[in-house]
């Protein structure tokens, strides 16, 4: 879609597609891809046969996915006791929020969603301001390579975090379960003691605020070049 939204926006594609993507609709649709393809469970997922042991899908066509993540909960170390209206979260969903938040709060968040909003507000504003200051490390795609390739770039660079994010935890309680129309595996994925004793809230932070950071300055280059 990547590449899609791109070919709209330089009129190589017509905004009478197939998609229904206008310029407008793709521009919104770049922003949001950009940002996900640097989200490690985006890129990764886990496969598991129907005794819930890990296994390879090019090896095993039964091979049940975990959805990147979103069909699994994650129980890490640093995690609070649960109280009444607490849930365990899920696996992808930490990626997408509470290792966000972490860039503002210390330790992990249990305030409700609005709450913890106005109160990391101020704090993001400082970080967008320094994000968009401080050039990246190794954020610029190599001259020679045309923007449609830029995606397939950014997911394979990605991956080996993606795989880290799942070599950090193992899983428990796998087995089946029915998802819509199709069938997932679902269970626990609890944080492994790491071999440097960090936390993985704490190296999952320090992913999320590397790739963002990327990601925006990214994202910027490639509206520069195809408008």
Same mark, same amino acid.
């Given at each position: 879609?990547?590449? /899609?939204?791109? +070919?709209?926006?330089?009129? %190589?594609?017509? #905004?009478?597609? *197939? ?7 793709? $521009? ?75 860039? /503002?709060?210390? +330790?992990?968040?249990?305030? %409700?969603?609005? #709450?913890?909003? *106005? ?7 400082? $970080? ?98 195809? $408008?």
């Amino acid at each position: 879609m990547i590449p /899609f939204c791109i +070919g709209v926006l330089q009129g %190589r594609i017509p #905004e009478q597609n *197939e998609r229904r993507v206008t310029k407008p609709v793709a $521009l919104i649709l770049l922003a949001h891809y950009v940002a996900d393809i640097h989200q490690p469970l985006h890129v990764g997922a886990e496969y598991f046969d129907e005794q819930g042991r890990v296994v390879d899908p090019d090896n095993d066509k039964a091979a049940l996915g975990d959805e990147g993540g979103n069909t699994f909960t994650l129980e890490l170390s640093d995690d609070p006791p649960r109280r009444r209206g607490i849930h365990k979260k899920k696996f992808h969903g930490f990626w997408d929020y509470d290792a966000v938040n972490a860039l /503002f709060l210390k +330790g992990p968040g249990t305030l %409700r969603k609005g #709450e913890m909003q *106005e109160l990391i507000q101020p704090h993001k504003r400082e $970080l967008i301001h320094q994000m968009a200051t401080h050039e990246p490390n190794n954020w610029r795609m190599p001259p020679n390579v045309p923007v449609d390739s830029y995606a397939e770039m950014w997911a394979d660079e990605i991956l080996p975090i993606a795989r880290e994010a799942y070599a950090r935890v193992e899983f428990a309680d796998v087995h089946m379960q029915q998802e819509d129309d199709r069938i997932v595996a679902t269970g626990e994925a609890v944080e492994k003691t790491a071999a440097d004793h960090g936390l993985y809230r704490v190296w999952a932070t320090n992913v999320v605020r590397d790739e963002l950071h990327k990601a925006g300055w990214r994202l910027a280059d490639l509206l520069e070049k195809i $408008l």
